[in-house]
DNA sequence: CTCGATGCAAAATGTTTGCACGCAG
DNA sequence: CTGCGTGCAAACATTTTGCATCGAG
């Protein structure tokens, strides 16, 4: 609950081939290149993105069996998918590391914040509506410092936002 | 930046129709009925869900004339989509008033939430990293308190969340 | 009367499924 | 060997687009 030990994303590789190992039936190449190329990004990808790499890596898999194996690893424990503001949703590995997205809907950009930014947040959201947020893997949408200096369209209604 | 005041579905339905008067070239009894559906569940819909509903309301709509109004009115200004959590994307109208949305990913269920509850992490994203969270069309994911009690899957590669 | 909006149907996109074969255990 | 996992292709759900017609302004 407080020491974060970063994970290189070597470690997280093995780790999440072992527990592949532990819990799937079978384990297969092509489930390992996923894993792989899911953790080997170090961030998020979206089951496009995975498909296309997958495929450019082992050009025989078929993306059937690419998205079979999305939901079958995420049955597994090992990976989760979150959708990050208005895009498509994005895959990860489940021991990601915590720390919350910042997705700017002007220019599309990401940055990752630390989880500390964000523990009142978490306590009182626990603590008043007894909600225990899943902030690993969740995005907060809005405008970035860059895109804030720029045109921001303004609530048209008149609403008081 | 403090008065909260609570919009009726009616009159947000009315200041709805006179900014569709106000910005769209063409006003039409598609456009008004769909923006009535919209206002008037005074939540969220999925486009699915307004396609449902406007078809059965005025069935001679095509879904391609939906879809296009969807854009068009958010183009206007006049709705937005968000994503909750995992599941599809919700249209709402823009000035929908403040509030945050619980989804919980083991039942599914949503809950609403004040601004106040937030507000901390508002200043401090905008205070240390720059950046305008847009936190009244946005939802958190999590488990709410009823799941809580039941069995939650725990972290199974053993990182310390 | 004009030109934006609509309805229809076909197309594009992204994901899922049935089935027989192949390979991990 | 056994049966889970794979590849292929077809099925699907959802959203987009071309085009002729319609109707709001």
Redesign the pocket.
Known sequence: MMGEKPVSSDTRSQRLLAAL?DR????????RLILEVISGSDGHLS??AIVTEVTLRMP??????I???L??LEGFGLISHIHMGHG??QYQAIDHGAHLHLVCGTCGGTQEIDRDTIRSLEASLLDVHGFKPNLEHFAIYGTCKGCASGPVRSNPLGGES
Chains 1, 2 share one sequence.
Request: charged residues 20%; proline residues 17%; hydrophobic residues 25%.
């Open positions: 190992k799937a039936p079978r384990v297969t190449p092509q489930r089951a496009d025989t898999v078929s993306p059937s069996t998205y079979r194996n939901q079958a498509p949703a």
